[in-house]
């Protein structure tokens, strides 16, 4: 596919649509957008976790980072995902985590690149892999159970 | 380089395993120790140990440091830090304080890293090959 030369700044990017994992292009400043592969709702935003946040799964195009006094508590699939505080569950990130000195990932990780600043604890298994290609996430209804 | 952490330290290794030397059993070493070869087994020293772009390990590591740039299948345990290069190719479990991933590398295995990582110290090893090798 040929990308069009754009004389200004572009005013679309590409992304990978967090459910399909099939490459989206998007107006540069959308928040969220409908996938038209598989015509759900993908979130682009970037997401800071300042306090505690428990989820079922947390899903976006972008970054996410967990904040010193952050925990996150959720099934996280991100582009990127930075680590200050802490994070309870499994992290698919299409591109790279980052664990600072004090941050901490109780959970299963699968990810390109990892970076992990002395000081940090992991407990989980590892996949690093520079070709990673994260699966499509499962289609599924509302989880009955709740994360408390 | 592989002669230096990643802050800088510098890393002596009075042994080296060259590149065409493969060994298989069980060995120990009081320091560090480079690989450029090939170990199958056991490796352990109280030292660090570092595994050369082109080195492979097919073995159990416990060492106070462990540096990768080749490939290694093993666990390794290292009482004080992991550090896996941009060439790494890793396959097993990580147990240690300290985790130094450098982008590119490659790692698939549990992981557990922190201060409370450490498992308790290994049994010093009965068989003593590091002490026949050669010294370069
Ligand atoms: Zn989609």
Same mark, same amino acid.
């Given at each position: 596919m040929v990308v069009e030369q754009q004389r200004q700044t572009p005013a679309t990017r590409e992304v990978v649509c967090t459910h @399909?994992?099939?490459?989206?292009?998007?107006?540069?400043?959308?928040? #969220?957008?409908? @996938?038209?592969? @598989?015509?759900?709702?993908?979130?682009?935003e970037d997401l800071e976790i300042k306090t505690?946040?428990?989820?079922?799964?947390?899903?976006?195009?972008?970054k996410v980072e967990v904040q010193k006094k952050?925990?996150? !508590?959720?099934?996280?699939?991100?582009?990127?995902?930075?680590v200050e505080g #802490?994070?309870?569950?499994? !992290?698919?990130?299409?591109?790279?985590?980052? !664990?600072?000195?004090?941050?901490?990932?109780?959970?299963?990780?699968s990810c390109r690149t990892l970076a992990v600043e002395p000081g940090a604890k992991l407990n989980g298994h590892y996949r690093v892999d520079?070709?990673?290609?994260p699966p499509p996430a499962t289609p599924r209804e509302h989880a009955d159970d709740e994360i408390a | 380089m592989i002669d230096k952490t990643a802050a800088g330290t510098p890393v002596e290794f009075p042994t080296v395993i060259g590149a065409d030397a493969v060994f298989k059993g069980e060995l120990h070493f009081e320091k560090g120790v480079r690989v450029d070869g090939k170990i199958e087994g056991?490796?352990?020293?109280?030292?660090?140990?570092?595994?050369?772009?082109?080195?492979?390990l097919q073995a159990d590591v416990d060492a106070g440091s462990i540096i990768v740039e080749g490939d290694v299948?093993?666990?390794?345990?290292?009482?004080? &830090?992991?550090?896996?290069?941009k060439s790494a190719r890793l396959k097993g479990d990580i147990t240690a304080s300290k985790l130094l991933v450098a982008e590119g590398a490659a790692f698939v295995g549990h992981c557990s890293i922190g201060p409370d990582a450490q498992?308790?110290?290994?049994?010093?090893?009965?068989? &003593?090959?590091?002490?026949?090798?050669? &010294?370069?």
């Amino acid at each position: 596919m040929v990308v069009e030369q754009q004389r200004q700044t572009p005013a679309t990017r590409e992304v990978v649509c967090t459910h @399909c994992e099939r490459k989206i292009e998007i107006p540069a400043t959308a928040m #969220s957008v409908s @996938c038209r592969h @598989c015509h759900r709702r993908v979130i682009i935003e970037d997401l800071e976790i300042k306090t505690y946040h428990a989820v079922l799964r947390i899903a976006t195009a972008g970054k996410v980072e967990v904040q010193k006094k952050g925990t996150l !508590v959720a099934d996280v699939r991100v582009n990127e995902l930075t680590v200050e505080g #802490s994070v309870k569950g499994n !992290v698919i990130a299409l591109d790279r985590v980052a !664990v600072g000195k004090k941050g901490a990932i109780e959970g299963n990780v699968s990810c390109r690149t990892l970076a992990v600043e002395p000081g940090a604890k992991l407990n989980g298994h590892y996949r690093v892999d520079p070709a990673f290609v994260p699966p499509p996430a499962t289609p599924r209804e509302h989880a009955d159970d709740e994360i408390a | 380089m592989i002669d230096k952490t990643a802050a800088g330290t510098p890393v002596e290794f009075p042994t080296v395993i060259g590149a065409d030397a493969v060994f298989k059993g069980e060995l120990h070493f009081e320091k560090g120790v480079r690989v450029d070869g090939k170990i199958e087994g056991k490796v352990s020293t109280k030292g660090h140990i570092a595994v050369s772009q082109g080195g492979h390990l097919q073995a159990d590591v416990d060492a106070g440091s462990i540096i990768v740039e080749g490939d290694v299948k093993g666990n390794l345990v290292a009482g004080d &830090r992991v550090e896996l290069r941009k060439s790494a190719r890793l396959k097993g479990d990580i147990t240690a304080s300290k985790l130094l991933v450098a982008e590119g590398a490659a790692f698939v295995g549990h992981c557990s890293i922190g201060p409370d990582a450490q498992k308790a110290p290994a049994p010093p090893p009965t068989n &003593r090959i590091a002490e026949a090798l050669p &010294r370069k």
